[in-house]
């Protein structure tokens, strides 16, 4: 045995510690167990205790990296480093924005963005440098799949009752920050929400879940079949009561990307899956498919449509003024315009070196997690890598037609994924170098 593997097996007997994924444990908790609408109200729009965690995150990393006396042993990472050029981008139309005159509700829509971003990007950070293996980050890839097979569960428990089931919940030490939505309907039917504020953002948030949910259950086979499957089955059947096209759409976008790495046999048996699930769905609940159809076939005259169409004339008016680097983020407020489009939105808050800056962010994880998959060997490793691509696909997916970064649960599971996406990336390639140092000890 060699040196390193007989110091690995020493460190697999000591007892466990906490680390990364303790921390983004706590995390995902406080993301998706409590309801976004409670805040530590001292903080308001900044106060949710996952938005607390976040920050706490970043100081953490912070801390970690001045700490350290030696030159990084990972070397280059590319998602760590668009990150931080994506945080550099946003902190110049920050710097705009104070430049010229601003309205009061926009001051503090601008100081309240730049403290979401810092909480994001410590969860992404943490994400992608906390983590000490790969076998911790499956666990905390578990973690997020059983996080979110509760929430479809809670989703579907919603739609059948036609109650919210969690307008009762209080928490010593936080206080809502807004009236409780309660639940809305949609085409006859109750729409779900779960803990989130929207259920646009539920579906987000499941759409991005599910096809990392499949990756586990057709490879994670260490694990019984039912702690595999269930989650699955309780986020796809979650997928259309949220009728929502833009879960309709990121459900399609992440699948497609999950399941074209599957051999054809598995392919064959998803695309049973997913008829018996329509048949399903067509006998238990009667008008469901022909109220999601036409979601599609009567866009031309959806008001929710319409007005993501009609928001392109005043959005580029807006760009015009300040092309580069837009007006600050989170400076253009819901009263002047919803526009159901992240992407559109960004490009009037954050100009054109903003936007192109969180592209690339996004471009750059799936790239790199894509070419690891490519480079492990099959079972999980090679799943785990295509799921994280899938569900990155799926988040990206559903800010075309949302304005994800609005709602806390949504934006901060996307990076969420992000940083893990770059975990894996890190994590394979420093795997791949011990392995070839076992082997040319051995030699």
């Known amino acids: 045995m060699s040196v390193a ?4 097996l020493r460190a697999g007997r000591r007892p466990p510690q906490a680390d990364g994924v303790t921390v983004l444990t706590v995390y995902l908790i406080a993301l998706t167990c409590i309801p976004s609408r409670l805040v530590l109200s001292p903080l308001g729009g900044a106060g949710s205790p996952a938005g607390v ?43 705009a924005a ?8 926009e001051f503090s829509g601008a100081q309240l963005g730049m403290v979401l971003v810092a909480g994001w990007g410590g969860v992404l950070l943490v994400a ?10 499956y666990v905390l890839l578990r973690r997020v799949v059983a996080a979110g097979g509760a929430m479809a569960t809670l989703g579907i428990a919603q739609f059948v009752t036609g109650q919210p089931l969690v307008d009762g919940i209080s928490i010593p030490g936080l206080s809502s920050n807004h009236t409780m939505f309660g639940l809305t309907e949609r085409e006859g039917f109750t729409r779900p929400s779960g803990m989130a504020t929207h259920p646009i953002e539920y579906g987000a948030v499941i759409t991005m879940i599910l096809p990392l949910a499949l990756a586990l259950a057709f490879s994670d086979t260490s694990r019984g079949a039912l702690r595999r499957w269930f989650p699955v089955l309780a986020l796809a059947i979650s997928v259309p009561l949220s009728i929502s096209r833009s879960a309709l759409l990121s459900a399609v976008v992440g699948c497609l990307v999950i399941i074209l ?20 769905v067509y006998i238990t609940v009667p008008g469901m ?20 169409t009609g928001s392109y004339p005043i959005a580029f008016e807006f760009v015009e003024k300040s092309p580069l680097f837009g007006r600050g983020f989170s400076t253009f407020l819901p009263k002047y315009r919803i526009l159901d489009n992240q ?20 471009v750059t994880a799936l790239v790199c997690v894509l070419r690891t998959r490519r480079r492990v060997g099959d079972g999980l490793p090679r799943q785990a890598a295509q799921g994280l691509a899938a569900a990155v696909a799926a988040g990206a997916a559903s800010l075309a037609v949302f304005d994800g970064l609005s709602f806390p649960m949504s934006a901060g599971l996307f990076f969420l994924m992000l940083g893990m996406a770059g975990a894996a990336v890190r994590l394979s390639r420093h795997e791949a170098a011990v392995l070839h140092s076992d082997v040319s000890l051995e030699v």
């Open 5 to 8: 593997a007989l110091e690995r």
């Open 53 to 95: 965690v976040g920050l706490g995150c970043l100081a953490w990393w912070i801390w970690s990296r001045a700490q350290r006396s030696e030159p990084d042993p990972d070397g280059f990472q590319p998602v760590r480093w668009a990150f931080i050029l994506m945080a550099f981008a946003f902190s110049a139309s920050f710097i």
């Open 98 to 105: 104070m430049t010229r005159p601003i309205a009061g509700e």
């Open 128 to 137: 992608h440098d906390g983590i000490p293996s790969l076998e911790r980050l």
């Open 261 to 280: 790495s599957w051999p054809p046999a598995a392919r064959r048996i998803a695309a049973a899956g997913a008829a018996v699930m329509t048949v399903g």
């Open 289 to 308: 498919l022909g109220s999601l159809l036409g979601l599609f076939t009567g866009i031309g005259g959806d008001s929710s449509a319409l007005s993501r």
């Open 343 to 362: 992407f559109l939105g960004l490009l009037i808050e954050v100009g054109i070196v903003g936007l192109a800056a969180f592209v690339a962010l996004i």
